[in-house]
């Protein structure tokens, strides 16, 4: 059986990934309202605008094209 690699199983693919992403699973963080989320960069990431984070996967679609 194949062991996992650690770390965010979307850190390929994430456009806001960061070293400690591919290093290692993220803690779990609690937004409130039922909402849980592991992710490292979950503070800055709900701090965007939503055309940030659209741009933002917008540029990471076309460096993995």
């Known amino acids: ?3 996992p690699m650690p770390g965010c199983p979307f ?3 994430c456009p806001f ?3 400690r992403c591919t ?3 993220p803690e779990m963080m609690d937004f409130g ?4 989320v592991f992710c490292w960069r979950a503070d800055y990431v709900s701090a ?3 055309a940030q984070r ?3 996967a ?7 094209a």
């Not at 309202?33 to 849980?36: A, I, V």
């Not at 917008?58 to 993995?64: D, G, L, V, Y």
């Open 11 to 13: 850190a390929e693919r």
């Open 33 to 36: 309202g039922g909402h849980e």
């Open 58 to 64: 917008r540029q990471k679609a076309e460096a993995m």
């Open 17 to 19: 990934v960061e070293d």
């Open 23 to 25: 290093e290692a699973f």
């Open 1 to 3: 059986t194949a062991k």
């Open 48 to 50: 965007m605008s939503p």
């Open 54 to 56: 659209d741009e933002a």
